[in-house]
C-alpha cells in the first residue's frame, strides 16, 4: 500500500517459514545417527516438551545468482501430542520462490528407516496475504510414534534476490538444543567495508562469527528454549530470539549522526517524487474551494486523492495482477494526477505536493512498524523505518497523514505507526518527531439490540454494530478478500462460537470501503435457550453483546510484556423485552469501576413501565498500549473483574400465567 510495503510481506513470511517443523539439506548424505539420542527417553533443553529438536542447521548462500536456504533438522519425539504436531509438514513459499529437493526420513527405535516418499509430496494453498496466494509443499512423515527420530531437508531458491535484510530465526515451535547457520555473503567479510554482510542478533547471544571453507561463515546457539505465544503478547521478534543480515557500504556512525545524515539523503531522494507543477497548482485550488481553516483545507486534499485516484495496491481496485504489470509508474504527483490511478505511496506523495501547493509544509516522513518490531534508534540502520506518511506542519506541529492505506481515517495512521518516532525527511533540519496515539472514542464499537424474550428462554430481535478507527480498519481488511457471502458467512461463525443456537438472519454490511463512515453490520437474531429456566424462574445475562466470551487472560503466569494495539471503547444499547407473566425478582447492578487513567466500565439496568422492558447499558474504554511482564496479575485482575461483572445474571420470576 505504501513504497517498501509489499516487500514488508516477505519479511513476515519468512519467520513462518523459519518457525515451522520442517527443514534441511537436499542434496548431502543423511548424518549418521547418535544410538544415544536412539534411546533418549525425555528431552534435554524443556523437560515437559513432547519433541525435541536435536539440530537444526541452515545454509545461506548468497554467491549465486539466486538466493538459497538449505534446511536440514532432526527432531526426537517422545509423546502422542508430539506425533501430532511433527508429522504433518507444510513447508510454505511466496510468489516466484522455489521450494526443492525434499526428503525426509523416520529412524525407529530399532534402527531401521521408513523413507518420505516422492509422491507423498503435494502443493496446497494455505493461507492469502494482501491478495496473494502463500502456498506450501505438504507431506506427512512416515511412521511416526514416541520413541521416533524424524529428519527432513529441503531447499528454498529465491531468484534474483540478495540476502540483504533477510531475518533469521533461532527459535522454533519446539525446542532445539543445538541451532547452526552457515552463511555465504557476496563477498565473505563480516566488516563493515563495501558492500561487506553485516548481522545484528536480537534477543540472544550466538557465538561469534567463524570463517569455514568454501567461502562460509558460522555462528550458533545451544538449548534454544520453544518459542511461545501469550495474548496479547508484543510482536513475535520483538520478544524471540532471531538474526538480521544485511550490506552496508560504510562504518555505522552514532545515532545523532545517523539519523539526520539519512533524513536529509532521503529528502533529496524523494524531493521530485512530491514535485509541484501547474496541474498539481490548479487542483489543489479547486479542491480546497472555500475552506477556510488548515483542518478543512488538508480534509478536502486527502478525500480528494482517495477518491479520484484508484489505489492499484488495494484489494478493491478492481485491477487484475497483469493490469498491475501493465500499468506505468508514476514519476511525479502530476503523473497520479493525469492517470487517476497510483500505489498507496504514489497517492500519499500526491497529497504532499497538494498540501506543498496550497502552502503547507509538507515532508515525507518516515516510520517504524511496531506491530512488527519496536523502533530502536540506536540500532543504526533504515530497515525498521520501512512504512512512510506526509508530515504536514500546521502552526508549530507536525501532523500525520496517510491517504495511501485505504481504510485509514482522516487524520489518523494505522496503528502500527502510531505512538512511534517518525524521521522527518528535511534538507536542513532532519529529525525524529512522535507520532500520536488515537484516542478510544476514536475506535468505537457501538452496539445495540433490540430484543424479545419468551418465556421459554428463547431471545429474538434486531441487533446493530458499528465499528470506528483501528477497530473499522481492522474489520475492512479482514474482510475485503472475501466475497459477500463469504463475509456473511464469517459473522454467523462468529456469533455461533459465543452462541452455538444463534439463528441470523437479513444480514447487512455497510460502507465496507467507505472509511469516512462507520463499518456495520446488521442483522435479525434468534437464540434459542439463551436464558436459562428453572421451574418459575428465568435466569438472564442482560450483557447480550458478552454473552459466551471468555476470559482475556487465563493463564497463571506469563512470560512476556502485555501488549494492546491500540486504545479503543465499546458502547453497548440493550432492550429486552421481557416474556408476559415475568417481573424482576433480583436485578441488582454490577458495581463501576475505574483503574487511574487507564480504563472505566460502567453498567446502567433499568426497567420501563410494569416490568415490561429491560434497558441495559454499558460502557467501557480501555487507554493503556503496553504493561511489564510484573504487571500481569493486575492486568489480568482487572479484566477478570471485567469478565464477571459481563456475565452478571438477573432473574425473573414467573408471577401469572401466560396471556390467554
Keep these: 500500500m505504501k513504497p517498501l510495503r509489499a516487500w514488508a510481506c516477505l519479511f513476515v513470511v519468512l519467520p513462518l517459514l523459519m518457525t515451522l517443523p520442517c527443514v534441511a539439506l537436499a542434496g548431502e548424505d543423511w548424518k549418521p545417527i547418535d544410538p544415544a539420542h536412539l534411546a533418549m527417553k525425555s528431552p534435554i533443553v524443556e523437560k515437559d516438551a513432547d519433541a525435541e529438536a536435536i539440530f537444526w542447521e541452515v545454509r545461506v548462500n548468497d554467491a549465486a545468482s539466486d538466493l538459497i536456504f538449505s534446511h536440514y533438522i532432526r527432531i526426537k519425539v517422545f509423546t502422542e501430542r508430539g506425533k501430532e504436531s511433527q508429522s504433518k509438514i507444510d513447508i510454505p513459499y511466496l510468489g516466484r520462490n522455489r521450494i526443492v529437493d525434499i526428503a525426509g526420513r523416520t529412524i525407529k527405535s530399532d534402527g531401521s528407516i521408513v523413507e518420505l516418499k516422492k509422491d507423498a509430496i503435494f502443493d496446497r494453498t494455505i493461507a492469502q496475504l494482501g491478495g496473494r496466494k502463500i502456498k506450501a509443499k505438504s507431506f506427512a512423515m512416515p511412521s511416526v510414534e514416541p520413541g521416533v527420530i524424524i529428519e527432513y531437508r529441503w531447499k528454498e531458491v529465491r531468484p534474483f534476490q540478495l540476502a540483504n535484510n533477510v531475518r533469521l530465526q533461532f527459535q522454533r515451535d519446539i525446542p532445539v538444543q543445538f541451532v547452526k547457520y552457515y552463511l555465504k555473503p557476496l563477498q565473505?567479510?563480516?566488516?563493515?567495508?563495501?558492500?561487506?554482510?553485516?548481522?545484528?542478533?536480537?534477543?540472544?547471544?550466538?557465538?561469534?562469527?567463524?570463517?569455514?571453507?568454501?567461502?562460509?561463515?558460522?555462528?550458533s546457539m545451544t538449548?534454544?528454549?520453544?518459542?511461545?505465544?501469550?495474548?496479547?503478547?508484543?510482536?513475535?521478534?520483538?520478544?524471540?530470539?532471531?538474526?538480521?543480515?544485511?550490506?552496508?557500504?560504510?562504518?555505522?556512525?552514532?545515532?545523532?549522526?545517523?539519523?539526520?545524515?539519512?533524513?536529509?539523503?532521503?529528502?533529496?531522494?524523494?524531493?521530485?517524487?512530491?514535485?509541484?507543477?501547474?496541474?498539481?497548482?490548479?487542483?489543489?485550488?479547486?479542491?480546497?474551494?472555500?475552506a477556510t481553516t488548515p483542518e478543512q483545507k488538508l480534509q478536502r486534499l486527502f478525500e480528494f486523492c482517495r477518491a479520484k485516484i484508484k489505489n492499484a495496491d488495494s484489494s478493491t481496485s478492481g485491477l487484475t495482477e497483469t493490469d498491475r504489470e501493465k500499468r506505468k509508474n508514476n514519476e511525479t504527483p502530476a503523473d497520479t494526477l493525469k492517470r487517476g490511478i497510483g500505489t498507496g505511496g504514489d497517492i500519499d506523495l500526491l497529497f504532499g505536493a497538494l498540501a506543498t501547493a496550497a502552502g503547507f509544509e509538507a515532508r515525507v516522513a518516515?516510520?517504524?512498524?511496531?506491530?512488527?518490531?519496536?523502533?530502536?534508534?540506536?540500532?543504526?540502520?533504515?530497515?525498521?523505518?520501512?512504512?512512510?506518511?506526509?508530515?504536514?506542519?500546521?502552526?508549530?506541529?507536525?501532523?500525520?497523514?496517510?491517504?495511501?492505506?485505504?481504510?485509514?481515517?482522516?487524520?489518523?495512521?494505522?496503528?502500527?505507526?502510531?505512538?512511534?518516532?517518525?524521521?522527518?525527511?528535511?534538507?536542513?533540519?532532519?529529525?525524529?518527531?512522535?507520532?500520536?496515539?488515537?484516542?478510544?472514542?476514536?475506535?468505537?464499537?457501538?452496539?445495540?439490540?433490540?430484543?424479545k424474550l419468551n418465556e421459554d428462554g428463547t431471545i429474538e430481535g434486531d441487533v446493530r454494530i458499528e465499528y470506528t478507527g483501528h477497530l473499522a480498519v481492522g474489520k475492512r481488511e479482514e474482510n475485503d478478500d472475501d466475497s459477500p457471502e463469504q463475509r456473511e458467512q464469517t459473522l454467523r461463525d462468529r456469533m455461533k462460537e459465543r452462541m452455538s443456537t444463534a439463528e441470523l438472519s437479513n444480514i447487512k454490511i455497510e460502507n465496507m470501503t467507505d472509511p469516512g463512515k462507520p463499518f456495520v453490520y446488521s442483522f435479525h437474531l434468534r437464540v434459542p435457550g439463551y436464558a436459562s429456566r428453572t421451574g418459575k424462574r428465568l435466569f438472564l445475562q442482560p450483557a447480550f453483546f458478552e454473552k459466551g466470551v471468555g476470559a482475556l487472560f487465563s493463564a497463571s503466569q506469563r512470560k512476556h510484556s502485555i501488549y494492546f494495539h491500540y486504545l479503543w471503547m465499546e458502547d453497548d444499547s440493550v432492550t429486552i423485552e421481557l416474556p408476559a407473566g415475568f417481573a424482576l425478582d433480583n436485578a441488582e447492578q454490577p458495581a463501576p469501576f475505574r483503574s487511574a487513567n487507564v480504563c472505566e466500565y460502567a453498567v446502567k439496568i433499568s426497567v420501563v413501565g410494569k416490568n415490561e422492558e429491560l434497558q441495559y447499558k454499558r460502557s467501557f474504554s480501555f487507554a493503556g498500549l503496553l504493561f511489564p511482564q510484573t504487571s500481569y496479575p493486575g492486568v489480568k485482575q482487572l479484566f477478570d473483574v471485567l469478565h464477571d461483572r459481563d456475565n452478571h445474571t438477573i432473574t425473573l420470576k414467573q408471577t401469572a400465567g401466560p396471556a390467554q
Design 366 to 451: 518516515m516510520l517504524g512498524d511496531r506491530g512488527d518490531m519496536f523502533f530502536d534508534p540506536n540500532f543504526t540502520h533504515d530497515y525498521f523505518l520501512r512504512g512512510y506518511s506526509i508530515a504536514v506542519k500546521v502552526g508549530s506541529e507536525w501532523r500525520f497523514f496517510d491517504p495511501g492505506s485505504p481504510y485509514v481515517p482522516f487524520g489518523m495512521l494505522r496503528w502500527q505507526e502510531e505512538g512511534q518516532q517518525a524521521l522527518i525527511c528535511d534538507s536542513k533540519e532532519a529529525g525524529f518527531v512522535k507520532t500520536p496515539i488515537s484516542e478510544p472514542d476514536q475506535s468505537l464499537e457501538r452496539r445495540t439490540a433490540k430484543l
Design 223 to 290: 538449548n534454544m528454549p520453544a518459542f511461545h505465544e501469550e495474548s496479547r503478547m508484543p510482536p513475535e521478534d520483538q520478544v524471540r530470539t532471531w538474526m538480521l543480515i544485511f550490506y552496508s557500504k560504510e562504518k555505522a556512525l552514532p545515532p545523532q549522526e545517523y539519523w539526520p545524515k539519512l533524513g536529509k539523503e532521503m529528502y533529496d531522494a524523494w524531493k521530485s517524487s512530491m514535485k509541484v507543477n501547474d496541474d498539481v497548482k490548479k487542483a489543489a485550488a479547486a479542491t480546497i474551494g472555500d
Design 188 to 219: 565473505a567479510d563480516f566488516n563493515y567495508s563495501s558492500l561487506g554482510m553485516a548481522t545484528r542478533v536480537f534477543n540472544g547471544e550466538p557465538s561469534p562469527p567463524k570463517k569455514e571453507k568454501d567461502g562460509f561463515y558460522t555462528t
